[in-house]
Nanobody, 120 residues
Framework: QEQLVESGGGLVQAGGSLRLSCAGS????MAWFRQAPGKEREFVAA????????IYATSVKGRSTISRDSAKNTIDLQMSSLKPEDTAIYYC?????????????????WGQGTQVTVSL
């Protein structure tokens, strides 16, 4: 059974940094999404299986870096210059095929999420 487990969330002050990790038990984890209270789940970043090509949401581009450790079957999301609007539950996701995607409907497997709270 596919499992994705996120870690690394927490409370951080605005302007600070945080590193999230996701470990997969089967297919490689590929993407991070986030969901703030009362809002839809939105794309954050994704990384491809083999070449580690990356794509980012405009809202986090330049402040975040997604990376992969294929040997450990993990992906990380390093976030810096955090803002209160980054507060959300962050979810790791994987899909059954190679192409990168920003569309949450393309992702089949999801983790339970990890809370990130950015305070002023």
């Amino acid at each position: 059974q596919e499992q994705l487990v996120e870690s690394g969330g927490g409370l951080v002050q605005a302007g600070g940094s945080l590193r999230l990790s996701c470990a997969g038990s089967g297919r490689p984890p590929m993407a991070w999404f986030r969901q703030a209270p009362g809002k839809e789940r939105e794309f954050v970043a994704a990384i491809s299986w083999i070449l580690s090509n990356t794509i980012y949401a405009t809202s986090v581009k330049g402040r975040s870096t997604i990376s992969r450790d294929s040997a450990k079957n993990t992906i990380d999301l390093q976030m810096s210059s955090l803002k209160p609007e980054d507060t959300a539950i962050y979810y790791c996701a994987s899909k059954t095929n190679f192409p990168l995607s920003m569309d949450r409907d393309d992702y089949v497997y999801w983790g339970q999420g990890t809370q990130v709270t950015v305070s002023l």
